[in-house]
């Protein structure tokens, strides 16, 4: 089975700084599709953001921004000016089969 | 309001008892699935239907079936409970494949 690693089970940052979530992911696949999720304490799962695999920009959202690297298969979320309502587990789908990581709870300090 | 439906949202019942786990949306789709979700593993998906009357397992479907007879509604039906059966499920659907997955509000399974 295709595996995905979300390797920070999790992490902590300071209300309006940055942090990036890892991903990495395994696929034989040339042409994908990748997301994240993100599930707040109310469970909704909703989607943050999508990217392309043969698109080689890298998508952005608002404040959030992906940095993919399809060679190394790794696909990781950055948050810049964190906000409170950013916390929350996030989880990453990177492939069109649509497993998910074991997510990244992450936490806002104010 | 476009919106995927669970019922219902927590259920304590006992080892061997049949429950269903309704599932409905009211955006169309023709992509619909069952992930269950644990305290390190994430989602897991358990059933998906790529449209009526087609249905595939996922990764962990022993336990559990589903039917798709409409393209709204994809139950999960849990034939014999077991402990091992207690999560957090959610149901997902959308437009197309591979796509943005629209999720329920989540179903709190506990299996004594």
């Known amino acids: 089975a295709q595996t995905v690693t979300q390797s920070q089970p999790e992490m902590s940052v300071q209300e309006a700084e940055t942090v990036t979530l890892s991903c990495t992911y395994d696929?034989?696949?040339?042409?994908?599709?990748l997301f994240w999720y993100k599930q707040p304490p109310s469970r909704q799962m909703i989607l943050v953001i999508r990217q392309e695999a043969y698109k080689q920009q890298n998508a952005t959202e608002n404040r959030f921004s992906v940095n993919f690297q399809k060679a190394a298969k790794s696909f990781s979320l950055k948050i810049s000016d964190s906000q409170l309502g950013d916390a929350a587990m996030y989880f990453c789908a990177p492939n069109n089969d649509m497993r998910f990581g074991a997510g990244t709870r992450l936490t806002v300090k104010p | 309001e476009a919106q995927v439906t669970q019922n219902p949202r927590y259920l304590i019942t006992v080892t061997g008892k049949k429950l269903t786990v309704t599932c409905s949306q009211n955006m169309n789709h023709e992509y619909m699935s069952w992930y269950r979700q644990d305290p390190g593993l994430g989602l897991r998906q358990i059933y998906y239907?790529?449209?009526?009357?087609?249905?595939d397992k996922g990764d962990v479907p022993e336990g559990y079936k589903v039917s798709r007879k409409e393209k709204r509604n994809f139950p999960l039906i849990l034939e014999s409970p077991s402990p091992n059966q207690t999560s957090l499920y959610f149901c997902?659907?959308?437009?197309?494949?591979?796509?943005?997955?629209?999720f329920g509000e989540g179903s709190r399974l506990t299996v004594l």
């Open positions: 239907s790529m449209n009526v009357e087609v249905t």
């Open positions: 696929t034989s696949e040339s042409d994908y599709y």
């Open positions: 997902a659907s959308g437009q197309a494949w591979p796509g943005e997955l629209f």
